[in-house]
């Protein structure tokens, strides 16, 4: 009997037989599409029906993920690995950190001189016919960054409220074949490739101590969600060193 191939396995994050994300898998029929279309179809559920928002931590599930209905890059990434290998699609976590100005406008001034300096950060790489493709433009939902758009659209690069890009107005966002990003721009150190999420979070964890990661769990992002709700709804909160937001964009189609 061959071996499992590792970028094919379920593991304890990428838990895609788990009986919620084998539903959707299901109801969705995205086995029964070409290899284009079923990573198209997963990309696009994850980018644009798992909104924005801030989970408990970095390292769970995606079937927690799936049940939140909102996450980050490192774990709405879980989500798209455990529906891409749901679906028979090879994929790995390739790690980073990012500059925690990318974060100013969503992190509440009040705790940001605080927060790390460095926040951990991924994408996922998935093989198709033509080769490894990065995918991470699924971070911010449509939604949320149509409010970016419209907000700054006197410049075209942003590293702030969630994103990293110098094509604001036209980010790589969406699945043609080709590399996808959002938040690239805010990368400040590469950690390579792993095979799973799992394997990352092993050997790198946000360094935030006891007391600042218990805030965070119960109080901070929460506080954060509530910013993100605010600035989907098309309140964008104006911050030091930022050009003053011009426009408000009301859609309130998703909730974090």
């Not at 990434?77 to 974060?103: S, W, Y």
């Given at each position: 009997?061959?071996?499992?191939?590792?970028?094919?396995?379920?593991?304890?994050?990428?838990?895609?037989?788990?009986?919620?994300?084998?539903?959707?898998?299901?109801?969705?029929?995205?086995?029964?599409?070409?290899?284009?279309?079923?990573?198209?179809?997963?990309?696009?559920?994850?980018?644009?029906?798992?909104?924005?928002?801030y989970n408990r931590e970095?390292?769970?599930?995606?079937?927690?993920?799936?049940?939140?209905?909102?996450?980050?890059?490192?774990?709405?990434?879980?989500?798209?690995?455990?529906?891409?290998?749901?679906?028979?699609?090879?994929?790995?976590?390739?790690?980073?950190?990012?500059?925690?100005?990318?974060?100013?406008?969503?992190v509440p001034e009040l705790?940001?001189?605080?927060?790390?300096?460095?926040?951990?950060?991924?994408?996922?790489?998935?093989?198709?016919?033509?080769?490894?493709?990065?995918?991470?433009?699924?971070?911010?939902?449509?939604?949320?960054?149509?409010?970016?758009?419209?907000?700054?659209?006197?410049?075209?690069?942003?590293?702030?409220?969630?994103?990293?890009?110098?094509?604001?107005?036209?980010?790589?966002?969406?699945?043609?074949?080709?590399?996808?990003?959002?938040?690239?721009?805010?990368?400040?150190?590469?950690?390579?490739?792993?095979?799973?999420?799992?394997?990352?979070?092993?050997?790198?964890?946000?360094?935030?101590?006891?007391?600042?990661?218990?805030?965070?769990?119960?109080?901070?992002?929460?506080?954060?969600?509530?910013?993100?709700?605010?600035?989907?709804?098309?309140?964008?909160?104006?911050?030091?060193?930022?050009?003053?937001?011009?426009?408000?964009?009301?859609?309130?189609?998703?909730?974090?």
């Open positions: 009997m061959p071996d499992q191939d590792p970028l094919l396995e379920p593991t304890r994050l990428v838990d895609f037989q788990s009986p919620s994300i084998a539903k959707l898998i299901q109801d969705h029929g995205w086995a029964d599409l070409d290899e284009h279309e079923r990573i198209g179809a997963v990309y696009d559920f994850v980018r644009n029906e798992i909104a924005f928002g970095d390292d769970i599930p995606a079937s927690e993920v799936l049940e939140d209905g909102y996450g980050q890059c490192n774990t709405k990434g879980t989500l798209l690995m455990a529906l891409l290998r749901g679906v028979d699609i090879r994929c790995r976590f390739h790690g980073f950190a990012i500059h925690k100005e990318l974060q100013r406008g969503v705790v940001y001189p605080v927060a790390p300096k460095e926040i951990l950060h991924s994408w996922v790489e998935v093989e198709t016919e033509r080769g490894w493709v990065n995918l991470e433009g699924f971070i911010l939902d449509q939604s949320f960054l149509k409010v970016l758009q419209s907000s700054f659209s006197s410049s075209d690069s942003l590293c702030g409220y969630g994103a990293g890009t110098e094509s604001l107005s036209t980010p790589p966002v969406t699945w043609t074949g080709d590399d996808t990003y959002i938040q690239k721009t805010g990368i400040a150190r590469d950690y390579g490739t792993f095979d799973t999420p799992d394997a990352f979070f092993g050997q790198h964890r946000q360094a935030l101590g006891v007391v600042r990661e218990f805030l965070y769990r119960h109080v901070i992002r929460h506080w954060m969600n509530a910013r993100v709700r605010s600035i989907r709804a098309g309140h964008v909160p104006a911050i030091p060193g930022f050009a003053k937001p011009n426009h408000r964009h009301q859609d309130t189609s998703h909730a974090a």
